[in-house]
């Protein structure tokens, strides 16, 4: 078995494109190699800021030979009324390479078995590599030169190597050698005579081309150097991407700035050092300290003009901050509601204060009177105005809590503005405060029924305002916070409060909300559980996860056969009551008795109740007719049939099981 390397050396690649092209080029490679049915045992993509590269380890030296079955003209038009080939019928033959005796007729067609030979996986890299790396897709490709195609970045240098030797190809105006380059402040005409030895002569580079490898370092190397300062660093999984591909060789490096802007709110410190200048900011005794650490891509001893231009610029950007702190709170928060009139939702949707009236009205049809939820829901988009929302986006919310502390607000009115956003994402933590909760829910929902009704529902390429985020953010919320919330009320509600669009889109609706919850839950429960107790689960979650809770754990199948008959059979429910009179058969009787026990409020003990009646259900079909001639006894029979359907759907549709 062999061992394939290419990599493709270029200017430094934007870090958004870096982890999509890995992805891009393992489907790539793994799709190239089994459509030509060429055993491999693994593709490896590696990357840094300035090289993409791929090592595919246990590749078969060439492709399997291929039988495959061609079908050529209909046999009238192959063969002449002699029995000999036809123009038609010679063409097909030379086309596909076979003779006379090759043919064969099924369903009074032509056939023939062709095989078609292996190729070496030296031409097939030579004929493959080059198309699959210009297929890369990313935003800002760009020409170079005099050059036709396009690439993220000016590619410099190729290296394409199988076992020890050089496959030569050609992408751009780049031809490949066995020369790479390491960092660099390292040395750069570096040969690598064998992909085994790549990882670790890169390393000796100061190039650490394993990205994974790379992340970790990052976490060690922050950690050993904040351990220094007696601090810990902090870092989310955004932030350590980004240094993971802004750097080839990270090397931390500490540095402090003036402690007096520790006094701005913690979130924007935070956000100034890791969102906007990639800074590890630090915490001791779990405070923040107005130290950092940034990670360099440096190789040397002398990190002085490093430290001094990191604090330049942080002591530039807070004290921006400072300046728009200063400003926006010269008035209450309650104030800046007013200015969100002139910041529009959407188009047709109203203003962002016509937005924070409906969010008021929402929390009032979820939990009725509550003067700190209403509260919290008028002020809750307030910030937006503010100037230090417009230059610190991602801090509203955030922002909005500080600024209602320093106005006075209370807490749990300041805590709901900051949570009525969360969760921030797919995993984050929840609202934990009632304000929290309910205005996040109004907020969301009015969110995604602005969306539907304006006809912009999610596809598969494209999600308006996040609307499955939000979808799951309430589902998340509900169920963290117990709440009791009908959703298709809420959802009626909603697009009642709407000023315009399509109001009549509530089905819609229901049914993305369903889809939602189900492949939310679907990693802890199974997808036909979910699917059979899904009717009437936006009334009450929380009683629908008792119920999917109880079926799962079902393990009866005469009580699936019987209720799965009872479905069967009625094609359509009777409107009729049971008329016990009716009856002619005991066995009728026994089941009605027995239907009418069914009542247990808890569903671990309402299925106990379905199974132990089981056995009068299957009685009922071996000793009654049900299409019984007299017509009143057959609707009566339909009608206990009815009954007995109402009580399978209580807790499921037994269909789906």
Request: glycine share 6%; charged share 30%; aromatic share 8%.
């Amino acid at each position: 078995m062999s061992k394939y390397l290419l990599e493709i050396g270029c200017e430094e690649l934007p870090y958004k494109f870096i982890p999509s092209a890995i992805q891009q080029l393992q489907n790539a490679f793994e799709g190239f190699l089994n459509n030509n049915k060429v055993q491999f045992d693994d593709v490896k993509v590696y990357a840094t800021p300035r090289r993409l590269a791929v090592i595919i380890s246990g590749l078969e030296k060439e492709s399997k030979d291929e039988e495959k079955i061609v079908k050529g003209p209909i046999k009238k038009v192959a063969y002449d009324e002699n029995g000999n080939l036809t123009k038609a019928g010679e063409g097909f033959c030379k086309k596909n390479g076979v003779t006379p005796e090759d043919l064969f007729i099924q369903d009074d067609y032509l056939h023939a078995k062709i095989v078609i030979k292996g190729k070496s996986i030296v031409e097939l890299l030579k004929d493959n590599v080059p198309s699959i790396v210009l297929k890369l897709q990313g935003s800002h490709f760009m020409r170079w030169s005099d050059n036709e195609e396009k690439f993220s970045r000016p590619i410099r240098w190729i290296v394409s190597i199988l076992d020890r030797d050089e496959v030569k190809i050609k992408i751009i105006d780049k031809e490949s050698s066995n020369v790479t380059r390491g960092h660099r402040f390292a040395q750069q005409n570096v040969y690598i005579n064998n992909p085994d030895d790549y990882k670790e002569i890169m390393r000796n580079c100061c190039v650490i081309v394993d990205q994974e490898e790379r992340r970790q370092r990052i976490i060690d190397k922050a950690k050993e150097e904040a351990a220094k300062l007696g601090a810990e660093p902090y870092y989310t999984d955004d932030l350590l991407e980004e240094v993971t591909f802004i750097t080839e060789y990270p090397v931390p490096a500490a540095c402090e700035f003036n402690p007096d802007y520790l006094r701005l709110p913690e979130e924007l410190v935070v956000t100034v050092m890791a969102s906007h200048q990639r800074y590890f900011a630090l915490y001791k005794d779990g405070k923040l300290i107005n130290k950092f650490i940034t990670m360099t891509n440096y190789l040397g001893d002398e990190f002085k003009n490093i430290k001094e231009g990191n604090v330049r610029v942080i002591k530039a950007r807070l004290d921006d901050a400072v300046f728009f702190f200063n400003e926006d709170t010269k008035k209450p928060l309650v104030d800046y509601v007013e200015d969100i009139k002139g910041i529009t939702f959407q188009k047709g949707m109203g203003s962002m204060f016509d937005k924070a009236q409906r969010m008021v009205k929402l929390s009032k049809s979820m939990i009725g009177d509550n003067a700190s939820v209403e509260r919290t829901a008028l002020l809750a988009k307030a910030d937006l105005a503010t100037k230090l929302v417009f230059e610190f986006t991602e801090l509203q919310g955030f922002i909005g809590a500080d600024y209602a502390r320093v106005s006075g607000e209370a807490e749990n009115v300041s805590e709901g503005i900051k949570e009525h956003y969360f969760p921030l994402n797919a995993d984050g933590e929840t609202a934990k405060t009632l304000e929290g909760q309910i205005v996040g829910i109004a907020d969301k929902i009015d969110n995604i029924c602005a969306v539907f009704a304006e006809g912009k529902k999610p596809t598969g390429s494209s999600d308006p305002l996040g609307v499955r985020r939000a979808a799951l953010g309430i589902i998340r919320t509900i169920l963290a916070g117990s709440l009791q919330i009908n959703i298709e009320k809420l959802i009626k509600d909603a697009l009642e409060l709407l000023p315009a669009g399509n109001k009549n889109v509530a089905d819609e609706i229901n049914e993305f909300f369903t889809q939602r919850l189900v492949i939310f839950l679907s990693d802890k429960y199974s997808k036909n559980v979910l699917e059979a107790c899904a009717e009437g689960a936006l009334t009450d979650l929380n009683d629908y996860i008792n119920r999917v809770e109880a079926v799962s754990k079902l393990d009866c199948p005469p009580l699936l056969e019987s209720a799965n008959r009872v479905l069967r059979m009625l094609k359509a429910e009777s409107v009729k009551s049971v008329d016990s009179n009716l009856f002619k058969e005991q066995a009728e009787r026994e089941l009605y008795e027995q239907v009418q026990t069914v009542c247990a409020s808890e569903y671990d003990a309402y299925l106990k109740q379905l199974e132990a009646i089981n056995p009068a259900v299957e009685k009922f079909f071996n000793d009654v007719l049900v299409m019984d001639k007299d017509e009143n006894v057959k609707e009566n029979r339909l009608a206990l049939l009815t009954l007995l359907k109402s009580k399978y759907n209580h807790i499921a549709d037994f269909s789906k099981l």
